[in-house]
């Protein structure tokens, strides 16, 4: 249930979990699902926050590499296409978060999640 809350308190904030609280999120919820004991959980944390850090990591990295390559786009068109190469970026990020709801705020994959739906 306080997992269940916290999810609820976070959605609609716009702001991103950090690797700790991903980490923790998905722990909670693989220890309720597969009743780890307590040693296991602990083991488990550890697992999970190091590919949380890994990931954003990651994430920040590719955020880089985008930045320049739109800043080396940027100065090869002209104002017209730059206005509407914005556009087109602005468009595909709306109908993006429209498909996925809770993407911009949950920021991971959730297997269990998709395995209570019916995805894999």
């Known amino acids: 249930m306080m997992i269940s809350l916290s999810t609820f308190a976070q959605k609609g904030t716009g702001e991103r979990r950090t690797p700790e609280q991903r980490a923790t999120r998905i722990t909670e919820k693989m220890a309720e699902e597969l009743t780890l004991n307590e040693a296991q959980k602990k083991q488990i944390l550890e697992i999970n926050?190091?590919?949380?850090?890994?990931?954003?990591s990651e994430m920040e990295a590719r955020k880089a590499e985008m930045k320049e390559q739109d800043s080396k786009l940027q100065q090869v068109l002209t104002e017209e296409q730059r206005s509407k190469w914005v556009k087109l970026k602005d468009d595909k990020r709306e109908s993006w978060k429209k498909g996925r709801p809770n993407a911009q705020i949950e920021g991971t994959h959730d297997p269990l999640k998709a395995k209570k739906s019916?995805?894999?």
């Open 49 to 56: 926050l190091e590919y949380a850090k890994k990931r954003e």
């Open 118 to 120: 019916g995805g894999n």
